[in-house]
């Protein structure tokens, strides 16, 4: 089974700040990978999909790049609504899926 | 507006059944793969089941093969789950999660979520 790390777990920066989240994959996943931001008691709302393709509607400071076993969602110039937990995807055209841990984005 | 609700969550013992309901509107629900993830409280997502347009294709995580099952009435815009042999491990908040495209399915649509709490 294909597992997913996130790196940091939390990260604390502030309004305005470059913020960069780092997901990796066990093995090589191409580029079938998802971000996902969640805020407290609401459902996760798609951002990126295939590792940098934005989802319509989703703000352009978001952006996501790599492919492979390593990839990376940044926000360019991190604004108040932006403070939520984000989390990597790998899916597959075998439908299996499999979340990363998380990375909580808080306020410094 | 394309929306999912889901219904059917509460409180079962040890043991128990549940099924849950995920009402699709909005789309056409017959040309979307669609999913179940769960989260525990104050965990991460986990994806917990898969099934195909015409439901001919089905998948499971691990941690619920043999215990849920999932359907799909593509008349009726639904999307279902039956839980049974629940354990204390199962209490979450369960999403209904509609797949983009058979290529790219990344979850696109979600739920709000219900609750179900596995609990004596």
């Known amino acids: 089974d294909i597992q997913m790390t996130q790196a940091p777990s939390t990260l604390s920066a502030s309004v305005g700040d470059r913020v960069t989240i780092t997901c990796r994959a066990s093995?090589?996943?191409?580029?079938?990978l998802a971000w996902y931001q969640q805020k407290p008691g609401k459902a996760p709302k798609l951002l990126i999909y295939?590792?940098?393709s934005l989802e319509s509607g989703v703000p352009s400071r978001f952006s996501g790049s790599g492919s492979g076993t390593e990839f990376s969602l940044t926000i360019s110039g991190l604004q108040p609504d932006d403070f939520a937990t984000y989390y990597c995807?790998?899916?597959?055209?075998?439908?299996?899926?499999?979340f990363g841990p998380g990375t909580k984005v808080d306020i410094k | 507006e394309v929306q999912l609700v889901e219904s059917g969550g509460g409180l079962v013992q040890p043991g128990g059944s549940l099924r849950l309901s995920c009402a699709a509107s909005?789309?056409?629900?017959?040309?979307?793969?669609m999913n179940w993830v769960r989260q525990a409280p104050g965990k991460g997502l986990e994806w917990v089941s898969y099934?195909?347009?015409?439901?001919?294709?089905?998948s499971y995580a691990d941690s619920v093969k043999g215990r849920f099952t999932i359907s799909r009435d593509n008349a009726k815009n639904s999307l279902y789950l039956q839980m049974n042999s629940l354990r204390a491990e199962d209490t979450a908040v369960y999403y209904c999660?509609?797949?983009?495209?058979?290529?790219?399915?990344?979850?696109?649509?979600w739920g709000q979520g219900t609750m179900v709490t596995v609990s004596s």
């Open positions: 995807q790998h899916y597959s055209s075998y439908s299996l899926f499999t």
């Open positions: 999660a509609r797949a983009m495209t058979t290529l790219q399915n990344a979850f696109d649509i």
């Open positions: 909005g789309f056409t629900f017959s040309t979307y793969g």
């Open positions: 093995q090589s996943i191409s580029s079938w």
């Open positions: 099934i195909s347009t015409s439901g001919s294709a089905i």
């Open positions: 295939k590792a940098s």
